[in-house]
Each structure stands twice: as structure tokens, then as C-alpha cells.
């Protein structure tokens, strides 16, 4: 039997070595260290973007743990999440896109609106690694090569068209406008709200 190789280092996996496992990608223990605080993996849970791997602190810190959640609610129409994209039992996950998930009722479609708009709230704070951590889970329905996984992928690629439009739509707002929102939202005083006016308008 042919041995398996880390997707990132390239290195050999012995046999009955644990690793992390992401559609048709292997991961060694060593390449999810994380790439912000630099916590080594001991086969806890772990998150990765690309090559980038994210302990679950750091990962939540950027809102990873979110955004895998709504995505997966998105893309499957449940709600109910098991252990998660990228946790490790005896090295391997299941084999379903690398999700673990147990039936709670198919969500419905607000739900399903509720976690698209969550993803896009994601996306206009990190765009770059909401973009990179959807395109990696359209590499994971593709290595299916299923007609299940096909359908994934092209609905996550619609995912990926509605988030640009819906930035391009969006309208950018000028410096006076976001003022005056943030003394609505009581953000500032009147006083500094004035004074911020005058100094805009002064500009």
C-alpha cells in the first residue's frame, strides 16, 4: 500500500501516525502549528486557511469558528454542528468534505439567509481569508468527485460571486455620514460630534 504524504511539507506519513485530514488533503501535526501564536498541535481541533493553520483561540479571534458554523449551515441547510471541519480522531476525519455533522431537522430557509449574512458580515471585516477559506472548502467538495460534492462546490462558488457583487454594490460612505451614525448609535457626545463636524467640513 502506497504511504501518504503531508500536503504542506510533503513529508511521509509511518504508518498509524496521526494527522489531520481535509477533503483529499493530509496534514501533518507539525504543519498545524499555528501560524499567529505558534502553539504547536497535540491533535486538538485546529483550523486551516490555505497553508495557514489556526489554534481554536486565535481562530475564534478572527472569527474562523463563526464563519465555519454559517458556512456549514449555508451549505447543508442544517444547524446542529458536531466536532467541527477539523478536529482529529485516530488522524483521520470523516470523509464527507471533512465534516462532521448529526441530524437535527434541515434548517430552515431563514437560517440558511441568517448564516449567508453572517458569512458577508465575516467577509467585509477579512475578506482575503473569508475568500481563501471558501475556496479551500470548494477544493474539499471537488475531491469528492461526487455529484454531491459537485453541487457543493458550485453552490459555494455562487457564494463567493454574491459576496463580491454585494461589495461592489455597497455604498461607500463619506467621513461626515459615518459621524453623524456614530453619534445616532451614542458613540460620541454632542459636543465631540461638533467639533468632528467642524474640523470635516474645515478639511
Do not use: H
Not at 13 to 25: D, H, L, M, T
Not at 72 to 86: A, C, D, V
Amino acid at each position: 500500500m502506497q504511504m501518504a504524504n503531508c500536503s504542506i511539507c510533503g513529508k511521509k506519513f509511518s504508518v498509524g501516525e496521526k494527522r489531520y485530514r481535509f477533503g483529499n488533503k493530509q496534514v501533518c501535526l507539525d504543519c498545524m502549528t499555528c501560524s499567529v501564536c505558534g502553539s504547536k498541535s497535540r491533535g486538538e481541533k485546529r483550523y486551516l486557511v490555505g497553508t495557514q493553520a489556526f489554534c481554536e483561540q486565535c481562530a475564534k479571534a478572527r472569527k474562523l469558528d463563526l464563519l465555519t458554523t454559517a458556512l456549514f449551515t449555508y451549505m447543508t441547510g442544517y444547524s446542529s454542528y458536531g466536532e467541527g471541519m477539523i478536529s482529529v480522531i485516530g488522524g483521520f476525519l470523516d470523509p464527507v468534505a471533512g465534516l462532521y455533522w448529526r441530524s437535527a431537522g434541515v434548517g430552515t430557509q431563514q437560517k440558511i439567509q441568517d448564516a449567508r449574512e453572517t458569512i458577508k458580515q465575516i467577509y467585509s471585516e477579512q475578506p482575503d481569508l473569508t475568500i481563501r477559506y471558501i475556496e479551500d472548502s470548494i477544493s474539499q467538495f471537488e475531491s469528492l468527485k461526487s455529484d454531491i460534492g459537485r453541487k457543493q462546490a458550485v453552490k459555494a462558488r455562487a457564494l463567493l460571486d454574491w459576496l463580491k457583487q454585494a461589495e461592489r454594490k455597497t455604498p461607500k460612505e463619506d467621513p461626515l455620514t459615518i459621524l453623524k451614525l456614530r453619534y445616532v448609535k451614542g458613540e460620541i457626545t454632542k459636543k465631540q460630534y461638533e467639533e468632528m463636524k467642524t474640523t470635516l467640513q474645515t478639511d
